[in-house]
């Protein structure tokens, strides 16, 4: 028998006045005027039209999957999930809730907070959303907004599919990790064999509709109709700008000064150019409305927290907004009343080397779909109730067309595939071939990410994951990172292991430098001697004494918010090992034994990030490969006024190849406790060099003192079986 969807009060047209008595069937509750206003902004919406058509599908598809395709701007993110949500009462929710995923958690707080607007219900009750350190749903909620890797993360939990009736895998062209293999695994699992009847709805971009199609089988298909309205008008510059953001807000200002109407959206490739050209702005937009008021200068980037719904705020009247952002912002976040985009043509992304295990800060043109999602934001919202807005490019028209790829690349061919196959391995698939990709890795970097893991102990004699790797899997870290929280569990200082590993996922230090000579000499007192992995905790927990006082934080450089977040992560990470029963230990930083056993805890982990200084002046080679790297210009070895000569073996968390190769979060080791603590095949897996043959030779020292050391002991033993 199939279910009928609900006739609710956006199906019968009726007005606040006409239906005075009309309840919400979520919740029970009659309608509030609040709901009314928006609900005439959503039958305004492009893909409004496409209502009936994706209930009908979603309801008889015969393999459970439906596709949705329209461009950015219409609607799908805020609308599919609860038309999703209707279909699911229509069916009582017996069949579980209505997940929706997001490739960024930022997006998924944000269209929660937008949807249980429009729904007129109440956040963390019957709407809700899961990102990381937060989780606001209850036992109530029937429509959740998530993170996509959190979702990945409790399917890999459980031996189904997750529980849910529903689930909404929304931006797909924006092609991370966890949305690639969440795919792989529901194609895989063939949903038309599962019980509950469940159903996946895919969104996308027209641009991937075709690749998706083939994918799923060519599954029924929803096109979102295309707006009538003119397109926004495209202004190219002669040559691509020297100093980009002296150009984007150059733009800006012009477009301030021709009081043209409407929002202004600026595209920079990174959260540094978007934090300068904010500071720009806003001491140059105050001299051009001496009478009115300012345009508004918002920010819009992963740090930005729940602040990112200052872009939905209505300004005062008469003032402009203008929204500064980056590839955050290609597909996610439509901003209504925006009519002018300025955009740079490029992304600054992180891409991993797996040969040289390395992250590159990579800079380099967008895709044509970004670039085409970029100018339709200029069309905004309605976009016939207003003549089409302006977007200007900071590049010539030939530039995209030369150097641009037709569609984003697949993060699972950029990213660390570590937790990627540990993630595999906890669903019991042996080989990674066994599962379905959109586009599949390179196979070094899965044998990079499988010999990784071997090196950490994860992995058994069968390659399959060992007692130790199931435990890893279960945190929500870098397995190097997971490794060495467990053995700090080992060498008794898991309290100090705790705070570091909330710090290097949530705040790792200092990003820029002093501003001042008061704040270098207050960031000096919270250096430590043994390095910057020490440092960090001393900044936790100073920051913990203070109060979590943000004025303390803002007088030393250090992000608030983000060590508000630190405070968070060690939480869950405390609960995690509580519930799965690990060994805690009381704190004791800053005692000489606490600082080896903290040392053996990060070497435990982090023996695949070691390097050597090879000629005393700070150039260390990594033992790993033959590359030449410097400490990072915030490291604390290098901020010590008195000239002191760099360590001689250090540990390092990452290694980011620029301008000048640098070694980010770096704290000296001894090298006996590398050769103490790595597996031997490690060390004799390493390349040839000046520092493999000290390892060794320093390992058959050790052996020999520790043969010479039992031939000893045995004699003694047996002087005294003579004595007796």
């Known amino acids: 028998m199939t279910s009928q969807p609900l006739r609710l009060a956006e199906e019968s047209g009726q007005s606040p ?47 459970g999957v439906v596709l949705v395709s329209g461009e950015p701007g219409s609607g799908k993110s805020t609308q599919i999930p609860q038309w999703c949500a209707e279909f699911a009462l229509a069916r009582g929710f017996q069949k579980g809730q209505v997940t929706v995923t997001q490739p960024y958690p930022l997006a998924a707080l944000s269209l929660a907070l937008r949807v249980a607007d429009e729904m007129d219900l109440t956040l963390g009750h019957e709407v809700g959303y899961s990102i990381p350190q937060e989780d606001c749903t209850g036992p109530d909620t029937l429509l959740r907004f998530c993170w996509d890797r959190l979702l990945l993360q409790e399917v890999a939990s459980t031996r189904g599919i997750g529980a849910w009736g529903v689930l909404v895998l929304d931006e797909a062209q ?108 806003s001491r140059e937009v105050g001299s051009l409305h001496p009478q009115g008021l300012p345009p508004r200068l918002v920010p819009l980037h992963p740090g930005c927290g729940q602040a990112v719904q200052a872009v939905y705020e209505d300004t005062d009247a008469g003032a402009r907004k203008v929204v500064v952002t980056h590839w955050l912002a290609d597909f996610s976040f439509s901003l209504p009343s925006v009519r002018h985009v300025v955009d740079s043509g490029l992304e600054l992304r992180s891409v991993y080397n797996p040969q040289i295990r390395a992250e590159s800060q990579v800079l380099r043109p967008i895709s044509k779909c970004q670039a085409e999602a970029r100018r339709l934001r200029a069309r905004g919202f309605p976009p016939v109730f207003l003549p089409s807005g302006s977007c200007i490019c900071l590049y010539p028209e030939s530039f995209l067309e030369l150097e641009a790829p037709p569609m984003p690349q697949p993060r699972v061919c950029e990213e660390n595939l570590s937790p990627l196959v540990l993630l ?14 959109l586009d599949r890795p390179a196979p070094e970097a899965l044998m990079q990410a499988l010999e990784d893991l071997d090196y950490l102990a994860a992995l058994d004699d069968n390659g399959d994951l060992s007692d130790l790797g199931v435990i890893l899997s279960e945190f929500a870290l870098p397995p190097e990172l997971a490794k060495a929280l467990l053995a700090s569990c080992e060498f008794d200082c898991v309290d100090e292991m705790l705070t570091l590993a909330a710090m290097l996922t949530a705040a790792p230090g200092f990003t820029r430098p002093p501003l001042c000579a008061e704040e270098a000499a207050l960031r000096r007192a919270l250096e430590h001697t043994d390095g910057d992995h020490s440092s960090l905790i001393q900044v936790y927990e100073a920051f913990i004494q203070s109060g979590e006082d943000e004025a303390w934080c803002q007088a030393r450089g250090l992000n608030w918010a983000a060590l508000l977040q630190a405070r968070k992560v060690r939480g869950e990470l405390l609960e995690l090992m509580q519930r799965i029963e690990l060994p805690l230990s009381q704190p004791a930083f800053g005692s000489e034994q606490n600082r080896r056993d903290l040392q053996k805890a990060l070497v435990s982990g982090y023996f695949l990030k070691v390097a050597r200084d090879t000629d005393g002046t700070g150039n260390y080679l990594l033992l790993t490969h033959k590359h030449v790297a410097q400490l990072s210009p915030y490291c604390c070895y290098r901020s010590r006024r008195a000239p002191a000569r760099p360590p001689s073996w250090v540990l390092y968390h990452n290694f980011s190849i620029s301008k000048d190769n640098c070694l980010s979060i770096v704290s000296e080791i001894q090298p006996q406790m590398l050769v103490e603590l790595a597996p031997p095949y490690f060390l004799s897996n390493l390349p040839p060099s000046e520092s493999r043959d000290l390892l060794n030779q320093l390992r058959e020292e050790m052996t020999d003192s520790s043969a010479g050391s039992e031939s000893s002991s045995t004699q003694e033993l047996g002087d005294a079986c003579v004595l007796q």
């Open 17 to 63: 006045g006409e239906s005075e008595l009309a309840v919400n069937p979520f919740d029970g509750l009659p309608f509030s005027s609040r709901y009314y206003e928006l609900l005439e902004q959503r039958r305004a919406l492009p893909i409004w039209a496409a209502r009936f058509i994706f209930l009908e599908q979603l309801e008889s598809s015969p393999s």
């Open 174 to 281: 924006e092609r991370s990790v966890a949305s690639d293999l969440l795919q792989g695994l529901l194609r895989d699992a063939k949903l038309g064999n599962l019980p509950g009847d469940p159903r996946v709805v895919v969104v996308t971009d027209p641009a991937l509709e075709p690749k998706l199609r083939a994918f799923w089988g060519n599954p029924p298909t929803v096109h979102v109709p295309r707006e009538p309205c003119g397109s926004p008008t495209l202004v190219y510059r002669d040559k691509v700008p020297a100093d980009r953001v002296v150009a984007a807000c150059q733009a800006v200002l012009e477009l301030c000064q021709e009081e043209a109407p409407g929002d202004v959206l600026v595209y920079l490739p990174s959260e540094e150019e978007i934090s300068l050209c904010c500071e720009s702005l």
């Open 424 to 437: 595999l391995k906890r669903r019991q698939i042996a080989e990674t071939g066994e599962c379905h990709f």
